[in-house]
């Protein structure tokens, strides 16, 4: 991931308040087009600029062949209250993040996220890296604000089940069973990636919990009822696929 900076430059006299909202504007264009990435853009008003950072998966993610029309929208919003297109600098790699997939097509991609990553919910199969949104077709209304909410709820259940709440249970269900309303969310979004694409789309479900490893290995595909365990574990992650239901997931994180 790419951390940069955008500079907004006013040309004529304007409100805070008006070049704040244009600026959330585009900055939420931007993030539900996959261009940056996470929740928290902290804007800064400095020398008569306004600055905010942002995280990119790429370092031409800002390029404006990847805009969308709801960012173009956003960016001509920018001139009605006087303020010029940003001036994007990139300031360097930032050393947390995954690095995005290289460009090509992948021979199968999966939904994947988890509460602490910072980067696309798509994934590529055969490197397992992030790939980006804006790389993809567009799948509804040319953004990806669906994908990334879904994201979100996904988030916010797995560190919910993480820190060990009461809500925990109810939180695991949603990240870990096929018929809780977040994974049908989930599992919509996976078919629609699948038909813009042409590349076999998965679905992650998380597992944690179960009886014993052994019972574990023996797990059946939740869909089908049919044996779906892997020869061996696909990056770490994946230990069952079922190609017939598309979806993947872990051998129980208690016994793995
Ligand atoms: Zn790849
Ligand atoms: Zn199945």
């Not at 259940?157 to 809500?167: E, I, K, T, V």
């Not at 038909?195 to 019972?215: F, K, S």
């Amino acid at each position: 991931m790419i951390l940069a900076k955008l500079e907004f430059e006013c040309f004529e006299d304007t409100t805070i308040t008006a070049v704040e909202r244009a600026i959330s504007g585009l900055i939420t264009e931007l993030k539900y087009n996959g261009q940056i990435i996470g929740q928290e853009f902290p804007t800064l008003l400095k020398d008569g600029y306004f600055v905010t950072q942002v995280l990119c998966p790429e370092e031409q993610s800002l390029a404006y062949n990847n805009h969308n029309k709801a960012v173009t929208i956003a960016i001509s919003k920018l001139n009605d209250v006087g303020v010029l297109q940003p001036k994007i600098s990139i300031l360097g790699q930032e050393i947390h993040s995954d690095s995005s997939d290289p460009e090509h097509t992948p021979s199968w991609q999966v939904l994947y996220t988890s509460y602490i990553q910072t980067c696309s919910p798509l994934r590529c199969g055969d490197h397992f890296s992030p790939i980006p949104l804006y790389r993809v077709p567009a799948i509804a209304n040319g953004c990806y604000k669906q994908l990334i909410n879904w994201q979100q709820d996904w988030q916010a259940c797995d560190q919910l089940q993480m820190n060990g709440r009461s809500a925990e249970f109810a939180a695991l269900a949603e990240i870990g069973e096929l018929d809780s309303s977040l994974t049908k969310r989930g599992m919509a979004l996976r078919e629609k990636f699948e038909q813009q694409t042409g590349v076999a789309t998965y679905y992650y479900l998380y597992r944690v919990g179960g009886i014993n490893a052994t019972a574990e290995k023996e797990r059946l595909c939740p869909g089908c009822g049919n044996a779906w365990a892997l020869p061996e574990s696909l990056h770490q992650v994946i230990d069952f696929k079922c190609d017939s239901c598309r979806v993947v997931s872990n051998i129980s994180w208690d016994y793995n």
